[in-house]
């Protein structure tokens, strides 16, 4: 299997735009679904959204559970949500970072598979965050807009000095600016 998409970072104007309705699930969707999939498992990720490789549509693709089915949403939306929930939250648009993120802890969610059909249902904790990271994908929101001021001015000095150099993996930097990193980064990070 390769990767027949570059992710999209921090910087990218195709992260900040909203994404289209899918209108036609065709033999092209259905394509692009399997090389978002490809992607997602080499970087590793839990999810990806269609933005994060320059595609605006709206759907996100994801994997939860070593040995499940992997997972496409279309059109996706949440339509309820409880609850408060932290997580430390990373996203393969913004690499070797990752913030103490409180969301809500459940949420309600419908879409569409990829037969078309109506898909509805409820999800908590790991489920939940996933769904809302990456429906904020397709809103052009990153996980940045989560944070609070101070987390806020130092991810953005963090993002600057990156731009500044050219190099998207800083890690040393972020722990010297007391940002936290977890112990298995790459296990838990979100698309
Ligand atoms: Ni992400």
């Known amino acids: 299997m390769s990767a027949p ?3 999209r970072h921090y910087g ?3 992260l900040k735009q909203v994404a ?3 209108t036609e699930i065709d033999g092209a969707l259905v394509r692009l679904v399997e090389d ?3 992607t997602m498992y080499e970087e590793p990720g839990l999810g990806l959204a269609a933005p994060q490789v320059g595609v605006r549509k709206r759907l996100f693709v994801y994997d939860l559970e070593e040995g499940d089915d992997p997972n496409v949403l279309i059109n996706p939306e949440i339509v309820e949500s409880d609850g408060e929930w932290e997580f430390m939250e990373g996203c393969l648009s913004v690499p070797g970072l990752h913030w103490n993120i409180v969301r809500p ?3 309600h969610i419908k879409g569409f598979d990829l037969d078309g059909n109506e898909v509805d249902f409820d999800a908590d904790e790991l489920e939940a965050r996933l769904f809302q990271h990456e429906l904020d994908h ?3 929101v990153l996980l940045v807009e989560h944070l609070d001021d101070e987390q806020k001015r130092e991810a953005k000095k963090i993002l600057r000095q ?3 150099s050219g190099d998207s993996h800083i890690d040393a930097m972020s722990d ?3 940002l936290k990193l977890p112990p298995s980064a790459g296990g838990l990070t979100l698309p």
């Open 176 to 178: 010297e600016l007391g």
């Open 20 to 22: 289209n309705d899918v």
């Open 5 to 7: 998409y570059r992710i």
């Open 162 to 164: 990156r731009a500044e």
């Open 12 to 14: 990218d104007p195709v």
């Open 138 to 140: 397709l809103n052009g």
């Open 105 to 107: 802890k459940t949420v």
């Open 36 to 38: 978002m999939l490809d």
